[in-house]
Nanobody, 127 residues
Framework: QVQLVESGGGLVQAGGALRLSCAAS????????MGWFRQAPGKEREFVAA????????RYSDSVKGRFTISRDNAKNSLYLQMNSLKPDDTAMYYC????????????????????WGQGTQVTVSS
């Protein structure tokens, strides 16, 4: 059974930083691309960032490019999202997700490309 557990969310002032973590279990973590999504109240869930299984390739949404950095540590079965220069518009529940493809170097970005999801961690950015 795949389990993804996010942590690191919280309340931060605009301009501040947070680092989200996602601990994975139940699959060979290094075999799967991973991603981060977010959902703000009243809005649809949206893509934030994704990383290939070997960390060689990344993809970001235009809204976070240059401010957020996705990374992973395959030895620790962990995914990270470093968020800098946070804005009130970044306020949302953040979810990590695991690609359904095994052994692919493709970097997914569509919600239907991810098979497993965590429960989320709340990020609130005050102005």
């Amino acid at each position: 059974q795949v389990q993804l557990v996010e942590s690191g969310g919280g309340l931060v002032q605009a301009g501040g930083a947070l680092r989200l973590s996602c601990a994975a279990s139940g699959r060979t973590f290094s075999a799967y691309a991973m991603g981060w999504f977010r959902q703000a109240p009243g809005k649809e869930r949206e893509f934030v960032a994704a990383i290939s299984r070997s960390s060689g390739r990344t993809r970001y949404s235009d809204s976070v490019k240059g401010r957020f950095t996705i990374s992973r540590d395959n030895a620790k079965n962990s995914l990270y999202l470093q968020m800098n220069s946070l804005k009130p518009d970044d306020t949302a529940m953040y979810y990590c997700a695991m690609d359904f493809r095994i052994g692919s170097d493709y970097v997914p970005f569509g919600q239907n490309e991810f098979a497993y999801w965590g429960q989320g961690t709340q990020v609130t950015v005050s102005s």
